[in-house]
Nanobody
Framework: QVQLVESGGGLVQAGESLTLSCVAS????????MGWYRQAPGKQRELVAR???????NYADSAKGRFTISRDNAKNTALLQMNGLKAEDTGVYYC????????????WGQGTQVTVSS
């Protein structure tokens, strides 16, 4: 099964940038989709961006134009480049992924905290 580890979170000021990294390890064949979700205090977890193995991307409206997701399929990694950070981007960012094999479970990382001070 896939195991995910995120890194790169931290405390930044509004307008600054951060890059989050997610590394997949364990026993698996091919990962179909890798994505980033965010959970702000008191709110539900929401999609930020995701990318298929073939490079198709989806972004939340709040992320469009500021965030960029990328993947390295050979290294089983996904990055989230976040520019122009705002206070409302604060939250715990989780990486998720699932394999191409039918019925594969969605796996989540432990999360990394991003705090943007205004």
């Amino acid at each position: 099964q896939v195991q995910l580890v995120e890194s790169g979170g931290g405390l930044v000021q509004a307008g600054e940038s951060l890059t989050l990294s997610c590394v997949a390890s364990g026993r698996f064949q091919r990962i179909a989709v890798m994505g980033w979700y965010r959970q702000a205090p008191g709110k539900q977890r929401e999609l930020v961006a995701r990318m298929t193995r073939g490079g198709v991307t989806n972004y939340a409206d709040s992320a469009k134009g500021r965030f960029t997701i990328s993947r390295d399929n050979a290294k089983n990694t996904a990055l989230l480049q976040m520019n122009g950070l705002k206070a409302e981007d604060t939250g715990v960012y989780y990486c998720n992924a699932y394999e191409e094999a039918a019925g594969s479970p969605t796996v989540w990382g432990q999360g990394t905290q991003v705090t943007v001070s205004s």
